[in-house]
């Protein structure tokens, strides 16, 4: 068999393409985007950034109805939006095998809250399987599906950072091509009206019966290893890793199914062991359904509730070890900070000059909200900003938000702003939007999305004009800007935020990390001309820095041409030398 080192996520997409799957549709999010990204590649399968996950999560169901297998991608806050059509499709089922990939955050390395997918899960009636290893990911993925499939069924397959960006040698076989199941005409199944829903939902609960009888006896996802029976633990995906490797003689019950549970094999296991310990990250999911079915264990009042585990938890909290660790070195903060040349540093400076508040949202420009820019005041989640900024103006009246404005990216726009801002002229509201455009969404990895103009697959397609969107929608008063274009920027938005009427104003300028990006050239110093001012340090732009005697200094490395500087500069002391 052909052997390969796989990153989790990698490993994941091997898997959708051995059993057989047709269709994948996903909105991009850390730490699942590489799952979609890699499943693009296989020619067998149709896949697809869909504008959210919501949508996403519809267009498999909708696969999975017709006869094949089919998945849906995202990230554990993306469940979110896309649990209207999953907590429904839990009553409809499967015809093909329906997998949701949900990748969650302990430790929030790239997210807004650090909620569990299992919580989720349980409230849904959908089935959760977890991998530990890369290798496990491709197996238990095309396990998801044939359990989708015999038990009529949605199902999770939960991951976390440190399984998806970590990298394994998985085994490669062979794709299998299912035969495509036919289509039966079953509303009774299918349409989830009320009266039909009461029914099926006898059958989400019956099936959830079923799975944790049958998952009892079901070794190639939930296995026993009975060694030194002082100890055992109940564990699950990456942290059954940090038991193995800091009590290697303990027994440990491994489960790679965490939803349902299955009692009869913990409560056996729980015989044989004298201390029963529940390591799982995150919240107490396994713990609490272990304690109310009376067995006796130990979990949360030994590890926290918070952020990832590791070996060196368990060595400390369980053997009472005390670690020999040095303190972290005492080194200078490094805050988060846009990169040179992005388009949003310029756009937050006029409103630093301006002294606006913004409404903010999720992606690259949330760094608004920390020095040396400070002018994000709020994220939520997706399309929030737009939606919070009504609020406000509702709450408080027009006068509140004179000095407010919406910002938002143009992939956070098609996600869910446009909902948002259809109810800003739907509700009669004067508030000034301001679309950051940077034809890309930039900060999971640059992927395209409805108004790039290509596809996930890298095909051209029709390219949707957000100009055009807000007009469609009856705003009158919507303006396209060069990012970098200050003077007119400025302009506008004290016009807009003045004026008594619903305005968009789109800033448009590529993100600077874009493979496509040329630079003009490179932003230069004359130290006879500056005057150690320091204007053009205060957007705070990686490239720029004051040398010891005061004057600014520009990095050529880092520096792109972007311009901000030059246009900061009240003596003309910085130019741009152009590429020839």
């Known amino acids: 068999m052909n052997k390969k080192i796989m990153l989790g996520n990698e490993a994941i997409a091997r898997g959708a393409w051995e059993a057989g799957v047709k269709v994948s549709a996903a909105y991009p999010g850390t730490p699942s985007t590489e799952v979609s ?72 390395y790239s997210s807004q809250n650090e909620q569990d997918t299992r919580r989720v899960a349980r409230a849904a009636g959908v089935p959760v399987i977890e991998p530990s290893d890369s290798d496990e990911a491709r197996r238990f993925t095309k396990l998801a599906f044939e359990i989708s499939e015999k038990y009529d069924t949605p199902v999770i397959l939960r991951t976390t950072t440190r399984l ?70 109940i564990s699950s995906g990456i942290p059954y890793m940090y038991v193995k490797e800091a009590l290697p003689e303990a027994s440990v019950l491994k489960l790679g199914m965490v939803n349902p549970l299955p009692e009869k094999l913990i409560r056996e296991f729980a015989k044989k062991v004298d201390r029963l310990i529940i390591f799982e990250e995150l919240e107490p999911v396994i713990e609490e359904q272990v304690k109310a079915w009376g067995i006796a264990c130990e979990g949360k009042e030994l590890f926290t ?43 937050y400076s006029v409103m630093k000059k301006l002294k606006l508040h913004a409404s903010g949202d999720i992606g690259c420009y949330t760094l608004g909200a920390v020095a040396p820019l400070n002018v994000v005041d709020t994220a939520l989640c997706m399309g929030a900003s737009i939606s919070m900024l009504h609020g406000m103006e509702k709450a408080k009246g027009r006068e509140f938000i004179n000095d407010w404005v919406a910002v938002i990216g143009d992939s956070t726009f098609l996600h869910t702003g446009v909902n ?22 930039g900060m999971t990895g640059h992927q395209d999305h409805p108004a790039t103009g290509k596809t996930l697959k890298g095909e051209t397609t029709n390219i949707i004009n957000i100009y055009h969107l807000c007009k469609a929608m009856g705003i009158e008063y919507v303006y396209e800007i060069d990012a970098f274009d200050l003077d007119t920027l400025e302009k506008t938005l004290k016009e ?85």
């Open 420 to 441: 948002s801002l259809m109810n800003m002229v739907y509700n009669k509201a004067t508030g000034t939007v301001v679309i950051l455009d940077n034809s890309t969404t």
């Open 496 to 580: 807009e935020i003045a004026r008594e009427a619903l305005s968009v104003i789109i800033t448009k300028s590529p993100c600077a990390l874009l493979k496509s990006y040329v630079p003009r050239g490179k932003c230069a110093v004359d130290p006879e001309k500056c005057k150690k001012c320091g204007k053009c340090l205060v957007p705070g732009c990686p490239a720029l820095k004051k040398g010891e005697d005061g004057k600014a200094i520009i990095d050529d490395t880092l520096c792109n041409g972007c311009g901000l500087c030059e246009k900061l500069c009240p003596f003309d002391a910085i130019s741009l030398v152009e590429k020839n």
């Open 164 to 233: 998806a960006h970590s990298q394994g040698v998985v085994t490669l076989e062979d794709r299998v091509e299912v035969e495509n199941k036919t289509y039966e005409r079953n509303p009774g199944k299918n349409v989830m009206m009320p009266g039909n829903a009461k029914k099926r939902h006898l059958h989400v609960e019956q099936r959830t019966k079923d799975l944790s009888n049958d998952m009892s006896d079901f070794p190639a996802l939930n296995t026993v290893e009975l060694n030194d029976t002082k100890i055992g633990f």
């Open 37 to 108: 990204e890699n499943i693009a590649k296989y020619a067998e399968i149709y896949a697809e950034w869909s504008p959210n996950e919501k949508v996403a999560m519809e267009v498999a169901t909708g696969a999975s109805m017709s006869g094949v297998r089919a998945m849906a991608g995202m990230k554990h806050v993306g469940v979110n939006v896309a649990s209207d059509p999953l907590y429904t499709a839990s009553y409809i089922g499967a015809n093909g095998g329906l997998i949701l990939v949900a990748a969650d955050d302990p430790g929030l």
């Open 305 to 347: 509730i918070q952020g990832e585990y590791s070996a060196n938890m368990l060595r400390k909290a369980v053997l009472g070890e005390e670690l020999d660790i040095a303190e972290p070195a005492e080194v200078p903060m490094r805050p988060p900070i846009l990169c040179p040349g992005c388009p949003h540093r310029s756009v």
